[in-house]
Every structure is written in structure tokens, then in C-alpha cells.
């Protein structure tokens, strides 16, 4: 198969890149793993997205290693975070565990990184960490968490449906094809120990 034999070794090239081709490496590698059904992988680069959430994001809600772009800043941010919340989302569907409410051993918390970004990176562009950046507002990224966090504030901002045409999309038609939304209390995850444990003690939907 095409994907086994062409596409995966590509990403496996660059799943080590601790900036957002990372992100992309681990998140074509879980649709990968879903498509083909082979959990041996899907556990492993479950735990690889646990690791690039837990390094990539810090407290304050930065993506440090997308901050370092300069004035490229928030367009790679959004980047990221495209791949991550699209990589989190694969994993709910198809292992049960929200990384949506996740907060990572060194306090990142990906809804932390979605506010920062929608607050500092679209609405008070003065406010972003490296000081006159490039203008880079993802909407479609924005309406599909404005659904999964119950947050309608990140979607009402701009107006009519959103069908993304840009290249680096995590998501295509939220407008149409609504991620669920989630419950937001932040359990304490070992991801490493989530293999094999009960769904339920984890599992937070609503």
C-alpha cells in the first residue's frame, strides 16, 4: 500500500523535528495507523503526541519552538496547532482519551495555546510575542475548537460558513463537520499508562 510504503517513510524522516513538522510527521502517521488499523503504531505515536504537546506548548500558552519563526510567528503557530488538535482528535475518536483537556507534565494545556493564539494572534495583534508579525488568521481551525470547547466567541469574530482552501489544514469543513464537544476538567494523564487502561476512568465527553 501506498501510504505503508511511500508516505509513511517520508514522515518518518522528519518525525523527530521538534518544531511543527513534528506535528504533521506524527499526525500523518496516526491517520496512517487508523487507516490501516495497526494499533502497535497508533499506541506508539500516541505517545510521540503526547510528547510533542508536552514540548511544544508552554504554560503561558506559546509555542516556543513557533515563536523562534520571528515574524513568520503566528502563521506557524497556527500551523502547529492545526496539526495537534487534528492529531488529537484521531486519538478520541480511535483510542476514547481526550488530549483536548490534557494538561502535559510541564503544565502545557492545549486550550491554553488555542487562547493565546485567538486572543494575541487574531483579535490584539499587539499583544503577540514577537512585535509586528505577519498577519495569519486560521478560522477553520478556530470554528472547529470553538465547537469542542463550547467557546462560540472564536467563531464570531468573522461571518458564514468556512471551507478552508490554504495548504497546512488539520480542518477542511467544520462549519459542516463538527468535531463533539468535550468536558473541560484537566486530569492528570501518564500517556504511557493510558495504553491499557480502562476507557471510562478517563474518558470525558459530552
Known amino acids: 500500500m501506498w501510504v505503508t510504503k511511500v508516505l509513511y517513510s517520508k514522515i518518518s524522516s522528519i518525525k523527530h523535528n521538534k518544531n511543527n513538522w513534528?506535528?504533521?510527521?506524527v499526525l500523518t502517521s496516526l491517520a496512517i495507523d487508523h487507516l490501516v488499523d495497526d494499533t502497535v503504531k497508533m499506541n506508539a505515536d500516541f505517545i510521540r503526541l503526547c510528547k510533542i504537546i508536552n514540548k511544544q506548548i508552554a504554560t503561558n500558552g506559546t509555542l516556543p519552538k513557533e515563536i523562534l519563526r520571528i515574524r513568520k510567528s503566528?502563521?506557524?503557530?497556527?500551523f502547529a496547532l492545526e496539526a495537534i488538535t487534528a492529531a488529537v482528535e484521531i486519538i478520541r475518536n480511535v483510542k476514547g482519551i481526550n488530549l483536548y483537556i490534557w494538561k502535559a507534565p510541564r503544565g502545557g494545556i492545549l486550550k491554553n495555546a488555542l487562547e493565546y493564539y485567538y486572543t494575541n494572534g487574531i483579535i490584539d495583534k499587539s499583544k503577540w510575542e514577537i512585535k509586528n508579525s505577519e498577519t495569519h488568521e486560521r478560522r477553520e481551525l478556530m470554528e472547529a475548537m470553538s465547537y469542542v470547547y463550547?467557546?462560540?466567541?472564536?467563531r464570531s469574530w468573522y461571518t458564514g460558513p468556512v471551507c478552508g482552501i490554504d495548504t497546512g489544514l488539520g480542518w477542511i469543513f467544520p462549519t459542516l463537520m463538527r468535531?463533539?464537544?468535550?468536558?473541560?476538567?484537566?486530569?492528570?494523564i501518564n500517556p504511557k499508562r493510558m495504553i491499557n487502561v480502562s476507557r471510562t476512568r478517563y474518558l470525558s465527553r459530552s
Open 179 to 188: 468535531p463533539r464537544r468535550i468536558v473541560c476538567n484537566y486530569p492528570e
Open 150 to 154: 463550547g467557546i462560540p466567541e472564536w
Open 74 to 78: 503566528i502563521r506557524y503557530t497556527a
Open 22 to 25: 513534528g506535528c504533521w510527521s
